[in-house]
């Protein structure tokens, strides 16, 4: 890292072994390591929420901080130790006594960066308004850094995109859109200050249904069905996300790049 600029790399969705098969592969082989690693968890367990040995894991690969979504509760196991897990973050806006946080302040060499994840609302559930909650937790993370990333959490575009235009005038580095698993091709700066996705897409096996087996999802829209989901791996994985260059010091962003590679696990090294 240079004296003014700090390079974050944001990995979208990782789902399953898949998921994390590739992370790890990518992280090891990256020529030049950024100075901090972000990455959604919430799918990281056999596609639903997130195991601790799993949490461990994916750490040792060399991710600093992990995002989550509305899946981030699908292992019960979450609750055990969720409050311990000083790397891992879960959506802003649950009700005050949920367990665990819904922003942190992090450290890469000597630039404290702040995280902060929030759940859209819109063909979402019944969430708590994140407008306040966010407004809130800008205002505590500035008193210690002009770094702050924003996992926006959701579905639907618009609602990201109103976050994110409504959040760079108010100065924040990134925002990230997640859930959607398909990287979308609208990177840009908005404010001169702000970056932004609609959606980082996710890190997970290419020939399945974002990340899950074919014939299961395509028998539960033939039959409106349930059928089990479970985590394609036919060793043809992607990674999808974002590298953004930010300046240390007024934590504007300076550059957005996509992150869209193909591993193939008999090729790797």
């Not at 407004?135 to 976050?163: F, G, S």
């Not at 979308?184 to 974002?210: L, M, R």
């Not at 994985?237 to 953004?244: E, K, L, P, S």
């Not at 996509?258 to 193939?264: D, S, T």
Request: hydrophobic letters at 35%; a negative charge.
């Amino acid at each position: 890292m240079s004296s003014e600029t700090i390079k974050i790399t944001f990995l979208g969705d990782i789902v399953g072994k898949p998921g994390r098969h590739a992370v790890k592969d990518y992280i090891a082989n990256l020529k030049e390591k950024p100075d901090f690693i972000i990455a959604n968890a919430e799918n990281a367990s056999h596609g639903f929420g997130l195991t601790k040995k799993n949490y461990n894991e994916l750490l040792s690969y060399g991710i600093n901080c992990f995002t989550s979504g509305n899946h981030i509760w699908d292992r019960r196991e979450i609750f055990d130790y969720i409050e311990e897990a000083d790397k891992l973050i879960r959506p802003i806006n649950y009700p005050p006594n949920t367990k665990g946080q819904g922003y942190g302040i992090f450290e890469a060499n000597g630039v404290k960066i702040g995280v902060i994840n929030v759940l859209g609302r819109t063909f979402m559930g019944m969430y708590e308004s994140p407008w306040s909650l966010l407004d809130n937790a800008i205002e505590t993370i500035k008193k210690e850094t002009n770094i702050i990333i924003i996992d926006i959490h959701a579905e639907a575009t618009a609602e990201k995109i109103c976050i994110a235009k409504y959040y760079a005038k108010k100065g924040i580095s990134a925002i990230i859109g997640t859930h959607t698993h398909v990287q979308t091709a609208d990177e840009q700066i908005y404010e001169d200050c702000c970056a932004y996705i609609s959606d980082a897409g996710s890190c997970c096996d290419i020939n399945g249904v974002i990340g899950m087996e074919y014939e299961a999802s395509v028998n539960r829209l033939i039959t409106a069905i349930p059928d089990r989901l479970d985590v394609v791996d036919s060793g043809q994985y992607q990674i999808n996300g974002v590298n953004i260059t930010v300046d240390v010091l007024t934590g504007k962003a300076l550059t957005i790049e996509r992150i869209n590679e193909k591993i193939n696990k008999d090729e790797e090294k």
